[in-house]
């Protein structure tokens, strides 16, 4: 069975900071997804990556295979990221995808 | 493109009594996944669909909970009788296996309160 597992769990940054959310799994994947939900929101797909680095706007996610271990990055955060930040791997066979527990991310103006 | 289509978004029930949510996935989505997510938790994965055939419904609370996808487009996902420990926001996914591309697409959720 996969762990996923996040960290921090919470965690409550002022506008434009750097922020880091940190991901490691248990055995090998195919793909990891960085996923948004807004409070009362759906889910936003952000990313799905299976090695290196991707980048959208402020947002920035790396993989390390070896180490099985990502990151989510936000750049210069803005109260509007304020959301649960969701990572989540992709076994490919089966096609199956184990979930964190997420990270609640508060940005205070 | 359309997303991922859920129905009801809200539903208050007492508990015992029965409820039924929707799902109409992304057009040639192969793949239907059906999550529940309690609130603070991320979330789990209650049955998965390959077209109308179930790949995994391991954690599905057989006893109570069904879910069907006939046609292997859209699907329900029914709750009889509900128990207070049921509330939670119901997900519906999907993806396109093969496209390769293993990006998941959520439906807006149906949020289930068991009074």
């Known amino acids: 069975k996969n762990e996923v597992e996040q960290s921090p769990q919470n965690l409550t940054a002022q506008e434009g900071e750097f922020i880091t959310i940190n991901c490691s799994y248990s055995?090998?994947?195919?793909?990891l997804h960085w996923l948004q939900q807004h409070p009362g929101g759906g889910i936003v797909s952000l990313f799905m990556l299976s090695s290196g680095k991707k980048k959208h706007g402020r947002l920035i996610a790396t993989i390390n295979i070896q180490e099985k271990h990502s990151s989510l990055h936000i750049t210069a955060s803005h109260p509007r990221d304020s959301a649960v930040y969701i990572c989540a791997d992709l076994i490919q066979a089966g096609n199956q995808f184990y979930f964190g527990t997420g990270t609640s991310l508060t940005v205070i103006p | 493109e359309a997303g991922v289509a859920q129905s009801p978004r809200y539903k208050i029930i007492e508990k015992r009594q029965s409820v039924a949510f929707w799902c109409n996935p992304i057009?040639?989505?192969?793949?239907l996944y059906w999550y529940q997510q309690i609130l603070g938790q991320g979330p789990k994965l209650l049955i998965q669909f390959q077209n109308n055939g179930v790949v995994d419904d391991s954690q599905l609370p057989k006893d109570r909970f069904s879910a069907e996808r006939l046609k292997g487009v859209d699907s329900t996902l029914k709750i009889q009788p509900a128990k207070l420990e049921d509330s939670a926001v119901y997900l519906c996914?999907?993806?396109?296996?093969?496209?390769?591309?293993?990006?998941?697409?959520f439906g807006e959720g149906s949020r289930l309160t068991v009074l």
């Open positions: 055995v090998g994947i195919s793909a």
């Open positions: 057009s040639g989505h192969a793949t």
């Open positions: 996914a999907s993806s396109s296996p093969t496209a390769n591309t293993g990006e998941l697409f």
